[in-house]
Each structure stands twice: as C-alpha cells, then as structure tokens.
C-alpha cells in the first residue's frame, strides 16, 4: 500500500532564500506524482504534475523532480518571497484510481 | 471559468441528520472524488467515481454514500452524522492525471 511522507513538517525561512520541500513514496510503481500548494482555510491550488516519464517540471521559481527509483520527489523553490507562505502538499497514485497524499510542508518565509 | 464548486461551505449539525453535500464541475472531467481533511492525518480519500454510475471506496468510505448519475454532480451524502465526521471536505475532479481541487466544505457535526 502506497505509503507518502513529507519532511519536514514545518520550515521557517528568510526571504529570498532557495529551499527544497521532500516528498517520499514506497510504491515506486508510480505513473506521476502531483504538487500542491494549500492556504489556511482554503483549497488546494496545482503547482505541478509530473509523468513517471519525465525527471523534472518547472513553473516560475518552481522546481519539481521526481526519482522513482529511490521512492522521491522535491519541491525547490527559487528566491522565496513571504508569499510562498502556505502548506505544500505532494500526493501519489495508489494503483490506478486513488490518490494518497503526504500530510504536507507548512512553509514561512520571513519578510 | 472552468472551476470546481461545493455547497455548502460551512455546515453545523446533529448527530443523525441526514445531509448532502453538493460538488458540480464544469470541465466534463469524468473522474471526481471525495476527500476529509484532518489535523496530523492529511487528506484522505473517501470514494472516487471514473464515471456516471461507476463509483468505488477510497480508504475511508464508513458512514458515506456518493452517487453518480450525471458527469458534472458527485454528491457526497452521510446518511446519519457522527461527531467523528467533523472534518473539512473537497471534492476534485481530474483533467487526465491532474487533479482540480474545490474550495472545501467545513463540516460540524454536534
């Protein structure tokens, strides 16, 4: 059974520094894995998708990678801005229809 | 706007009081689900739906019904309310293998 954690649970940062979220898996026998990101009382907004084909995706001062064979996947984010405060969350297939998803990064990027 | 919209957004109840809690999505997604979100145990699925009238258990599925007679709705129904389905809900719905998230429906139940 898939199986996905995040460290660290939480991070304080200043701003303007680059950091790196970890999302790991234990069913390797993943087809993508899928980032987000989630405000206090809010939703969860898509940051990125990436295909077990694929090693990397990128949107703006996002960076997502994705190794399959050690069971991980990071989230690197470029110059942090206060902004980028909120809870970063990673979910993994589990078989073909369900989801499993870590229980999330709460960032704090300090102005 | 292509969106995913749940009602209500807040909900206080009793113990044993059927209700419904609506999800639509206009983006002719066939795949949609149910998620309960909790202090320290994340999200967690509860059923999901690839189609009309195909729906399956996630991993926490007692105490809930769904049904899926129209592609767009994927009501999620508790048939008699517990205090430990307090919880906040989203419902998604996935456009290929990303998923689109609804602003969430917070549940009380007393």
């Known amino acids: 059974k898939q199986e996905v954690t995040q460290i660290p649970a939480a991070l304080s940062v200043p701003e303007g520094e680059n950091l790196v979220l970890n999302c790991s898996f234990t069913?390797?026998?993943?087809?993508?894995l899928q980032w987000f990101r989630q405000d206090p009382g809010k939703g969860l907004t898509s940051l990125l998708l990436?295909?077990?084909?694929?090693r990397e995706q990128t949107s703006g001062r996002l960076n997502a990678s994705l190794d399959k064979s050690s069971g991980r996947s990071t989230l690197y984010i470029a110059a942090s801005q206060p902004g980028d405060s909120a809870t970063y969350l990673c979910?993994?297939?589990?078989?073909?229809?369900?989801?499993?998803f870590g229980t999330g990064t709460r960032l704090k990027v300090l102005a | 706007e292509a969106q995913v919209t749940q009602n209500p957004r807040y909900l206080i109840t009793v113990t044993g009081k059927k209700l419904t809690v609506t999800c639509s999505q206009n983006?002719?997604?066939?795949?949609m689900s149910w998620y309960r979100q909790d202090p320290g145990l994340g999200l967690r699925q509860i059923y999901y739906s690839m189609n009309v009238e195909v729906t399956d258990k996630g991993d926490v599925p007692e105490g809930y019904k769904v049904s899926r007679k129209e592609k767009r709705n994927f009501p999620l129904i508790l048939e008699s309310p517990s205090p430990n389905q307090t919880s906040l809900y989203f419902c998604?719905?996935?456009?290929?293998?990303?998923?689109?998230f609804g602003p969430g429906t917070r549940l009380t139940v007393l």
């Open positions: 069913d390797s026998a993943i087809y993508n």
């Open positions: 979910a993994a297939p589990s078989g073909t229809y369900k989801y499993i």
């Open positions: 983006m002719n997604h066939e795949y």
């Open positions: 998604a719905s996935n456009l290929g293998d990303e998923q689109f």
């Open positions: 990436i295909q077990s084909s694929q």
